[in-house]
């Protein structure tokens, strides 16, 4: 079965160290793209990649880096410098040519103290 | 910069009835999303429209776009508990592929 997998599910992290979510797809989909969502407010977009070795900023890139060097990975490392991360983090994929939807994982909740 | 606003932001309403949640969005965009989100769930797709005039139905949900008017209707006929969910729409900015969220319509509907 195609989908995309995010691990782990629950991650707890002390204040000052830096965390990386994964975030594998088997959909064969060339664009992949990181959301933030806090409790009770929509998604915001962190960091996308429309092709292997290219990725653009978001609106709420700062404190989160990226990298994207193979088709269906694309990692998201949370840093010491973004100030509030406690949060649900998305991940989802999309091949826009078919017209279809963009897929999204079972999402990891960040705690950080 | 193109926003996408939803209302109402909650909904609470009883078994049975009708309602309809809107979705207005700021700027030209050819295609809509309509998602549904369980607590502490991701995010399941249930409708893309992709045309003006386009309207889906599945069940007791039908969604409506009218690119003119840069509206989108998600209307709910006579609700049924296991819709409560929150309900997002969401716009492809034309040509960047990527979408913008509203912010999601808390749907409780209680028997």
């Known amino acids: 079965d195609g989908g995309i997998t995010q691990s782990p599910k629950y991650l707890f992290r002390k204040e000052g160290q830096n965390v990386t979510l994964s975030c594998e797809q088997n959909?064969?989909?060339?664009?992949m793209y990181w959301y933030r969502q806090d409790p009770g407010q929509g998604l915001r977009l962190i960091y996308y990649?429309?092709?292997?070795?290219?990725?653009q900023k978001g609106d709420i890139a700062e404190g989160y880096s990226v990298s994207r060097e193979k088709k269906e990975s694309f990692p998201l490392t949370v840093t010491s410098a973004q100030k509030n991360p406690t949060a649900f983090y998305l991940c989802?994929?999309?091949?826009?040519?078919?017209?279809?939807?963009?897929?999204f994982g079972n999402g990891t909740r960040l705690t950080v103290t | 910069e193109l926003k996408v606003e939803q209302n109402p932001l909650f909904l609470s309403m009883q078994e049975g009835k009708n309602y309809t949640i809107y979705c207005n969005y700021s700027?030209?965009?050819?295609?809509l999303y309509w998602y549904r989100q369980d607590p502490g769930k991701s995010l399941e797709s249930l409708f893309v429209?992709?045309?003006?005039?386009a309207v889906k139905q599945e069940g007791r949900l039908m969604a409506s776009l009218d690119t003119k008017a840069r509206l989108s209707t998600l209307h709910i006929t006579a609700a049924v508990h296991d819709l409560s969910a929150t309900y997002f729409c969401?716009?492809?900015?034309?040509?960047?592929?990527?979408?913008?969220f509203g912010q999601g319509t808390r749907l409780t509907i209680n028997p």
């Open positions: 990649s429309q092709i292997v070795n290219d990725f």
């Open positions: 429209l992709l045309s003006n005039g």
């Open positions: 959909l064969n989909h060339d664009a």
């Open positions: 989802a994929s999309g091949g826009w040519t078919d017209n279809s939807p963009l897929h």
């Open positions: 969401a716009v492809d900015i034309k040509g960047a592929q990527k979408l913008v």
């Open positions: 700027t030209t965009s050819d295609r």
